[in-house]
């Protein structure tokens, strides 16, 4: 973040999940509500690859129209104003913020391993990694149900604080059944009862023709403590191997983005490397950008003895992955960068945790961009037709209509890959 960033908050969100007033506006509506009247405000949601045709063709079609768009972290990409053309200076957004008190480290870290600076969500991608490696210290075998049993006793307030700078004493600590508290590089990793985290920071980000750059943030104060469970597990000698399985999607639609979130979910395996006693195992599952692919690689995973992964990325495939592996067979998952409201509610047995809020504290930062920022009093959304896509434009159109008194035209879902948008994007801007 730039020292002159701006900073807004907002009030506690306790419960803000379940009662964001979300309405049945997810499909592929082109049904206009306002008689042609085009939008205020366009907001756009969808992953990189797609993300490059639509915007070529909107570009192609309205040249240098002036109709503010609105993305989401999922676009939140420095190629894509090359790979589309345009600098793109119409174009804002809003992405999940790392805050935590190990930011600059992390990002050190990244940078000497990797040799390039670390992307979205790959600060959420080291923490959920982080934490898994310590509980799975602290209980003391590679089982999912002790590793999720410690999640929150090496997370939540409660014991001796540790942040990414001192994950090799923090590792020592969680071995000897000590009680600790991660504090991380994207924020506190306080997990609530739903496997969510507790509090919360966004960025507002703006693209210029060298990619983007931040220009405010978003401050989501905790919505209460969980109480950090008593350790359980017998802590571990210096003869055991720790199992990490990392899922994610090097391949696909969301391969440019997943790359750098699969090195950070790496990343404390390699820190920890001859720093501790114990030795850290890790193997990649590669999702390919699509929900069924990840089951599959998730299964693969667990075959070959992982008792806890760092992902999946997108919300369809974490919750695919959810509903067919991690229950039955008892393994947890730690996603990094999926965002979708619909995965608080899962029937997981709790065996889902996630690192990044939920979007439908994205929705009212949306909105409010929209409606104070831009000054925008009526708005279209053009989604990806999946579980990230449908539930972000639906908190979006909610927040934008009940709390910024906005009206929304046009809902236009499209799917992913496709060669022209064209249409899409005509029926979203009523032309």
């Known amino acids: 973040m730039e020292d002159d960033t701006n900073r807004r908050s907002f009030l506690k969100y306790t419960g803000v999940a379940s009662a964001a007033g979300l309405v049945g506006l997810a499909g592929c509506s082109t049904e206009s509500t306002s008689g042609g009247e085009t939008p205020d405000v366009l907001m756009v949601v969808g992953y990189p690859q797609s993300g490059v045709q639509l915007f070529k063709d909107y570009y192609a079609d309205y040249g240098d129209d002036t109709t503010d768009i609105l993305v989401t972290d999922g676009l939140q990409d420095d190629a894509l104003p090359g790979d589309v053309g345009d600098d793109m200076s119409n174009v804002q957004g809003t992405a999940p913020s ?7 480290t992390f990002e050190s870290l990244f940078e000497d391993e990797f040799g390039d600076s670390p992307g979205v969500f790959t600060s959420q991608a080291y923490d959920a990694s982080a934490v898994q490696i310590l509980a799975n210290l602290m209980a003391g ?3 999912g149900a002790s590793v999720r049993d410690h999640m929150r006793v090496v997370a939540n307030p409660g014991g001796d604080t540790y942040a990414p700078s001192e994950l090799p004493a923090a590792a020592e600590a969680a071995a000897a059944g000590e ?3 991660y504090e991380g590089a994207s924020g506190s990793v306080d ?3 739903a496997g969510d985290i507790t509090s919360a920071q966004y960025q507002v980000f703006g693209f210029t023709e060298d990619g983007y750059e931040s220009t ?5 104060g905790a919505s209460g403590d969980v109480p950090q469970p008593e350790p359980a597990g017998s802590g571990s000698g210096s003869d055991r191997t720790v199992r990490l399985g990392v899922l994610q999607p090097e391949t696909g639609d969301l391969g440019n983005l997943g790359g750098p979130i699969r090195d950070a979910a790496l990343l404390p395996a390699i820190q920890l490397r001859d720093s501790i006693d114990q030795s850290i195992d890790t193997q990649v599952g590669d999702t390919q950008s699509t929900a069924q692919a990840a089951v599959d690689a998730a299964n693969s995973l667990v075959s070959a003895g992982y008792p806890s992964l760092t992902g999946a990325a997108s919300s369809e495939s974490t919750i695919r992955v959810a509903n ?9 998952a730690c996603s990094p960068a999926s965002t979708s ?14 690192t990044p809020p939920s979007d439908a504290l994205q929705g009212q930062v949306l909105a409010q961009v929209a409606s104070e920022d831009i000054g925008a009093s009526t708005a279209s959304t053009l989604y990806l037709n999946n579980s990230y896509g449908q539930a972000l434009q639906e908190s979006f159109a909610s927040a934008f209509q009940e709390e910024q008194d906005g009206q929304v035209l046009q809902q236009v879902g ?9 249409s899409q994007i005509n029926s979203a801007l009523n032309q």
């Open 324 to 332: 067919n592996v991690l229950v039955d067979n008892e393994v947890v």
């Open 179 to 181: 009680n600790i508290q």
């Open 98 to 104: 790392a805050a935590g008190p190990g930011v600059d």
């Open 341 to 354: 409201p619909n995965i608080t509610d899962l029937d997981d047995s709790d065996f889902l945790f996630r």
């Open 191 to 193: 997990f609530d009862d």
């Open 216 to 220: 405010d943030t978003v401050d989501f």
């Open 414 to 422: 499209f799917e992913s890959q496709q060669s022209s948008y064209t």
């Open 141 to 143: 075998e590679n089982d």
